[in-house]
């Protein structure tokens, strides 16, 4: 129990595909304008990135070592193609906003790092602990990034008005401003690891 | 030679299997998709003629491209079995893409218009969809061609977008003045 915990952890934080592995970044930027519609992009990729390292760790020894990429692609993109007929139907407006981004997701490098160097090799249930903590791990920073930047930007969350429109930055909202936060997350976020491996180390 | 044929068979079976689990789940959202469409369609057409009580869709094939302007879809206003307008849904390029229907009436001025669709930047082209920009087409009267500058406000920062729906909006009054003609025959 203890390994899978480990393998969730990694890529949460030690390994967040975002902060620290530095893949997947072009969606992460484009998308987080609003809070809904990073939370819609990083649960949809979460989906994606399960549903996918489960299916290819199980057939890893069904799947011949010269077609690998082509078999991972069709199966990322049938997953992906159902996220988004499903969104259309259930979820049009998040549909719109994400627009071109759910589809992108077939060739997200999260997933297709993940699947080739992780579920390629390892069980189902190591796949699906190391799927949800890539996920929740790329989760958690777009859903942050967005919050930041549609609040200052825009001014609201969730519906509310925070600050009064004359107030609000619209270079949060372009695409300087997702740099710029998220460069800041990185910052930060680094700031963190370094002051706790610091903190553990004066302890031994 | 063995191993491709081999290789390239297995390949063709998974391909097979995303293909009719991608075909079942089309088979169950595609309905609900087409009437999330409808609405949101019927629902615009609602917004920019509110006068209208009923619409009629007319065969796009008659109305041709302008200026790279697509025309989607002509729909004739209509209250009390009278023609009082036609609804264009018309769409082309912008900074990016948009698709905006634009309602025109009998005594040549515009209703409003509304956006189906406009993919440009959030912060700048997106801007077209506010107040600010979007209610200066209420009731304006369409003698005159739209241009920058003389009878369109545009929006600063954003000239390529608001160009981009200039055009539109021309070709869209055009083939609505056609229209118009056109279903009082």
Redesign the interface.
Known sequence: MKKYWQLFKNGLVKENPLLFLMIGLCSSLAVT?SFENGLGMGLALTFVLLMSEVLISLLRKLI?D??RI??FI??I??FV??VE??M???M?DLA?AL?VFIPLIVVNCIIMGRVESFASKRTVAESAADALGMGFGYLWVLTGISIVRELF?NGTFIGMTLIPEQYTI?FF???PGGFFVFAIFIAVTRLIRVAYEKNKGEQK | MKQMI??GL??AL??SI?CV??AF??DL?KD??AS??DK?LNEGLKIVFAQADSFEQLDSSLFPSINDVTIDAVYLAKADEAIIGSVIKASGATYNDATILVGITTESTMTSIEFL?L?D????GQQAKEPAFKDQFIDKAIDETLALGTNVDAISGSTITSRGIVKILNAAIESGKKAITEGAQ
């Open positions: 304008t011949p010269s077609i082509p078999v069709i199966i993109a049938t193609t159902i007929l499903l259309k139907a259930y049009p719109k627009g930007g619209g909202t372009g695409a | 081999k290789l297995i390949l998974y391909t995303a689990t991608l789940v089309n959202t609900t998709i999330a469409k949101e669709e993919t930047t959030p912060g700048y």
